[in-house]
């Protein structure tokens, strides 16, 4: 039984908790079997059973799998069309980063606390940034904003990114509210902007360059760091994305989408389906005529 029910939420089990403990497997087994277990046998049961704890990765429902991979098979001729214009790809992104401590995972000596110091600085003394990845040069692009991202703030960053790129500009984004309005509408009829905007499928921060680029800032800048106020955090921030110009291997090798991977993946199997044809239409064209009637 309770190898049936694990692998499914307590609740469908009858339990009314939020997860799997050696609590709730001692409860399940307590109302079915009318068995008091000891904590550790309950915890015990768990590890036999081959479970694991495991920080989970979150399952986006809305997310439309058939909506994606026509994405997937129009990004190839969107790279045939910017090889023939000379188009950028880039993909643009906004990130907060607050004041107080981004804990992460640290090294610490066995046996010592994982501390890290913070003035529990207010919740609106958050950096926020706009920024633009191109996945395939490894350039990047940041504006700082002044408050949330809007309608604005999102035609004033892509003012900026049309100003620093002479090429025609290709900008994938996803479907927040900023990504659209008046602004944005007033803006796109400017002569020759030579700029266009692509929405993501819903629910697809995976196929976006920018995500992995914010775990980056983290990872390097904010990580387990209480800095108490947005302009110490901005402060630190600032020479970050200004250092990311020297640094565009290393961007492409930690900005590659899962977009690129599919895209990829499709584009080797196209050529190698393309290869197998054509040998079959020359093997069947240099064959002796005589083995078709045998």
């Excluded at 915890?43 to 799998?65: F, I, M, Q, S, Y």
């Excluded at 940041?142 to 949330?148: D, H, I, S, Y």
């Amino acid at each position: 039984m309770l190898t049936a029910a694990v692998p499914r939420p307590p609740a469908e089990a009858g339990i009314d908790l939020a997860d799997w403990t050696g609590k709730v497997v001692r409860r399940f087994v307590q109302e079915r079997c009318a068995v008091t277990l000891a904590r550790g046998g309950c915890l015990n049961d768990l590890h036999r059973l081959g479970c694991v704890v495991r920080r989970p990765t979150k399952r986006l429902l809305k997310a439309d799998e058939a909506k994606r991979e026509v994405f997937v098979g129009q990004s190839a001729a969107r790279r045939t069309e910017a090889e023939t214009t000379g188009a950028t790809h880039v993909f643009v992104d906004e990130a907060h980063f607050s004041a107080d401590a981004d804990l992460r995972g640290e090294w610490v000596l066995k046996g010592a606390p994982a501390l890290v110091d913070s003035t529990s600085p207010r919740d609106a003394e958050k950096a926020s940034y706009d920024a633009a990845v191109c996945a395939e040069t490894g350039e990047v692009e940041a504006m700082p904003l002044a408050g949330n991202r809007t309608a604005e703030t999102s035609a004033s960053f892509l003012t900026q990114l049309r100003a620093h790129h002479a090429a025609p500009l290709v900008v994938f984004w996803d479907n927040a509210p900023a990504h659209g309005g008046a602004p944005l509408r007033a803006y796109l009829p400017t002569p020759d902007l030579r700029l266009r905007l692509v929405r993501l499928p819903a629910d697809s921060p995976a196929f976006t360059a920018a995500e992995p680029l914010w775990d980056g800032v983290r990872d390097a800048v904010t990580a387990n760091t209480c800095f108490g106020t947005a302009v110490r955090v901005r402060a630190h921030l600032d020479p970050f994305f200004a250092g990311r110009a020297g640094r565009a291997d290393e961007v492409k090798r930690r900005c590659r989408t899962v977009l690129q991977a599919r895209a990829a993946a499709r584009d080797a199997l196209t050529a190698a389906t393309a290869i197998l044809q054509h040998a079959r239409r020359t093997t069947h064209t240099d064959a002796d005529p005589s083995l078709a009637l045998v």
